[in-house]
T-cell receptor, first 111, second 112 residues
């Protein structure tokens, strides 16, 4: 158990819809990262937040957004969903900029 | 363009022997490297890391070697155990900037 929690575990929705994924980092970790794992692309970095502020952006689509709240939990919002957005979404947290600890992931299926 | 490459999609090793997983990178800015282990339907689990100022780091049965001139790192597991069967990901970062860049993974199978 990494100490990072994610909800929900599974999510099934339809194209065009919007969903919110939630992540609680390990106690004391200020950084939260979001990753997408799809079959063809592997694990891809989406976005990082540090103590409530956006710190780095990776391959995140404009239809996706994230935020980190004062209690340090984070949410990833995915809108106008397409079939290709079906993937595993992982959250990770870290105390420093080095080792990241991953949550169990949310499996999103867009039908 | 893949900046971190794991060229072996799978590797089969007999229980008790040494498992060697390889990883190559192309970005010279990478200065911190990590190995993660992943079971199906679970998140990646951190195993071991190495900074670019070192060439070796050891933790129990796991040792990571870094060859900066060749832009190559390897993970040695000895002795290999059945519970080591999983997908292993190599990852890299550049001075803590951005997120991690991952390889596609190597599926390690430990045979009894």
């Amino acid at each position: 158990d990494s100490g990072v929690t994610q909800t929900p575990k599974h999510l099934i929705t339809a194209t065009g819809q919007r969903v919110t994924l939630r992540c609680s980092p390990r106690s004391g970790d200020l950084s939260v990262y979001w990753y997408q794992q799809s079959l063809d692309q592997g694990l891809q970095f989406l976005i990082q937040y540090y103590n409530g502020e956006e710190r780095a952006k990776g391959n995140i689509l404009e239809r996706f957004s994230a935020q980190q709240f004062p209690d340090l939990h984070s949410e990833l919002n995915l809108s106008s969903l397409e079939l290709g957005d079906s993937a595993l979404y992982f959250c990770a947290s870290s105390e420093s900029d080095e080792t990241q600890y991953f949550g169990p992931g949310t499996r999103l299926l867009v039908l | 363009d893949q900046q971190v490459k794991q060229n072996s999609p799978s590797l089969s090793v007999q229980e008790g022997r040494i498992s060697i997983l390889n990883c190559d990178y192309t970005n010279s800015m990478f200065d911190y490297f990590l190995w993660y282990k992943k079971y199906p339907a679970e998140g990646p689990t951190f195993l071991i890391s190495i900074s670019s100022i070192k060439d070796k780091n050891e933790d129990g049965r796991f040792t990571v070697f870094l060859n900066k001139s060749a832009k190559h790192l390897s993970l040695h597991i000895v002795p290999s155990q059945p519970g080591d069967s999983a997908v292993y990901f190599c990852a890299a970062s550049a001075s803590g900037a951005d997120g991690l860049t991952f390889g596609k993974g190597t599926h390690l199978i430990i045979q009894p």
